[in-house]
C-alpha cells in the first residue's frame, strides 16, 4: 500500500503539469489562494522522502495506487490527514550502482546530438545503451533544458503525451477553482503507468545560446526528453493543440552497447536532503567534468525532486530573484528569459545513482542551485568563485 502512495507522490511531477492558464483560470489570477493548493498538497509530498524505494517497486498493486492516491489526497486537503508516512520498499532503483565499475579501455563516447532550436527538440530518436553523452544546443532564444525518463514497459510518448497532461491540467485547474472534487475525479483518470516512470537526469538549465553537455548510463528501453521551462505562462512541454509534442522528444535506447566510458570527474557534488554539497575537487577556469552523487531524493514543496543547475553570477544579479525563480510556482518562475544565465548542470535522478555534466568556466562567481521551493533557505544555493590564472 505504501509503495503505491509513493507512486502517488510522482504524480506530483510536474513536467506533465503542462500549463496555469486559460480563461481566467491563472492561478497568479485565481482567487484560491495559489499558495493553499501547493500548501495543502506538501504533506503528501514531503512523505516522499523515501520515494527512491518506490521507484524500484514495478509489482505490487498497481491498480491500487489510485484510490490509496484520491484518499490521502483528500484527507491532506481537506486537513484531516497529516503526514502520510511512506514506506521504501527496499528493492534497488533501476539506475547503476554507484560503485559501479567503469570500463578500463581507453575514455570513448557515446553521444546524442540534441538541440532545442525553439519550443522543440531536435535529434535522434535512437541511440545504443550504456553511458550517454547527452550534447545539448540550444540555439533558441528561450532557456531550456532536457531531461530524461524513462517510460514504463509498453507506453509510449503518444501515451504519455496523450493520457498524463490533460488530467494534470484539468486536476490542477479544478485546485486553483478550489473544486478539491473536481480535482480528485480529474486525477483519479490518471494513467496507473505513471508511477512507474524513471527520471534519469539530462541536460540541466541552459541559456539562450548556449550548450550543455550531461553523461548519464541508459539501460535499453523507450525514453523520453522533456523541458517544462515556460514561456508566457505555458509550460514547454504543454501541446497547445497543434498535434506536435511540444517539448516532449521520443528516444529509444537499444540493446545495443553504445561503448561509451563512465567519465573522470574533476569535481564531485553529492546531492541530499540537507542540499547540494561540494564533496571533493574543486572549480577551476576551463573544463570541468562534474560528478553528481545523488545521495537522498526527495520530492520538493514545489513537487519536484532535487537537482543541480549552474547560474553565472554578476554583480548586478538580483539573487531573491533568481531564488524566486527558480520555483515555477511563482510569478514567472521558470519561466524564460531568467534573471541569470545559466550554464550547465544535471537534472534530477534517484537516490543512489550518479551521472556528470560539464562545465566550462571563464573566471568569475557562479552558483549551484536547485529547481526547487526556496533553494537558499534550503541549501540548494552555493555560492563558488573561480579565479582567473
Ligand atoms: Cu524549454
Redesign the pocket.
Known amino acids: 500500500m505504501d509503495h503505491a502512495f509513493n507512486r502517488e507522490i510522482r504524480y506530483w511531477h510536474w513536467s506533465l503539469a503542462p500549463r496555469f492558464r486559460g480563461g481566467g483560470r491563472d492561478v497568479r489570477d485565481s482567487h484560491l489562494p495559489f499558495t493553499a493548493a501547493p500548501r495543502a498538497l506538501r504533506a503528501p509530498v514531503l512523505a516522499g522522502n523515501r520515494l527512491v524505494g518506490a521507484m524500484a517497486c514495478r509489482h505490487g498493486a498497481r491498480q491500487m495506487w489510485k484510490g490509496s492516491m484520491l484518499m490521502r489526497l483528500r484527507q491532506t486537503l481537506i486537513g484531516l490527514g497529516g503526514l502520510a508516512l511512506v514506506t521504501a520498499c527496499g528493492e534497488p532503483a533501476e539506475v547503476p550502482a554507484a560503485d559501479a565499475a567503469p570500463p578500463a579501455e581507453a575514455p570513448a563516447a557515446n553521444i546524442l546530438e540534441l538541440s532545442?532550436p525553439g519550443?522543440y527538440f531536435e535529434g535522434p530518436s535512437t541511440i545504443p545503451s550504456g553511458w550517454v553523452t547527452v550534447k545539448f544546443g540550444n540555439p533558441s532564444g528561450?532557456v531550456?533544458?532536457a531531461m530524461l525518463e524513462r517510460l514504463p514497459e509498453g507506453i509510449t510518448i503518444e501515451d504519455q503525451t496523450r493520457e498524463v497532461p490533460p488530467h494534470f491540467q484539468g486536476g490542477f485547474d479544478a485546485l486553483a477553482a478550489g473544486d478539491v472534487d473536481a480535482a480528485m475525479a480529474e486525477f483519479g483518470q490518471l494513467p496507473a503507468w505513471y508511477g512507474d516512470m524513471v527520471f534519469l537526469g539530462g541536460p540541466g538549465l541552459i541559456a539562450a545560446g548556449g550548450t550543455g553537455e550531461a553523461t548519464v548510463f541508459l539501460e535499453p528501453g523507450r525514453y523520453s526528453i522533456e523541458?517544462y521551462?515556460k514561456s508566457a505562462g505555458v509550460f514547454?512541454t504543454y501541446d497547445p493543440g497543434t498535434g506536435e509534442r511540444a517539448?516532449l522528444h521520443e528516444l529509444i535506447v537499444t540493446e545495443e552497447d553504445g561503448g561509451g566510458v563512465e567519465p573522470e570527474a574533476s569535481v564531485t557534488l553529492s546531492v541530499d536532503n540537507a542540499g547540494i554539497h561540494i564533496a571533493e575537487g574543486a572549480f577551476t577556469a576551463g573544463p570541468n567534468m562534474v560528478r553528481v552523487n545523488y545521495d537522498e531524493q526527495m520530492v520538493h514543496g514545489n513537487f519536484v525532486r532535487s537537482d543541480v543547475h549552474v547560474a553565472r553570477l554578476t554583480p548586478d544579479t538580483d539573487l531573491a530573484a533568481l531564488d524566486a525563480w527558480m520555483d515555477w510556482r511563482a510569478p514567472h518562475g521558470l519561466e524564460t528569459p531568467a534573471p541569470v544565465e545559466f550554464v550547465g548542470g544535471l537534472n534530477e535522478m534517484p537516490a543512489g545513482s550518479h551521472g556528470y555534466f560539464t562545465l566550462d568556466l571563464e573566471p568569475g562567481d557562479y552558483a549551484l542551485i536547485g529547481e526547487v521551493d526556496g533553494p537558499a533557505e534550503k541549501g540548494f544555493f552555493v555560492a563558488f568563485s573561480v579565479g582567473g590564472e
Open positions: 532545442a519550443m528561450m531550456h533544458f523541458c521551462v514547454h517539448m
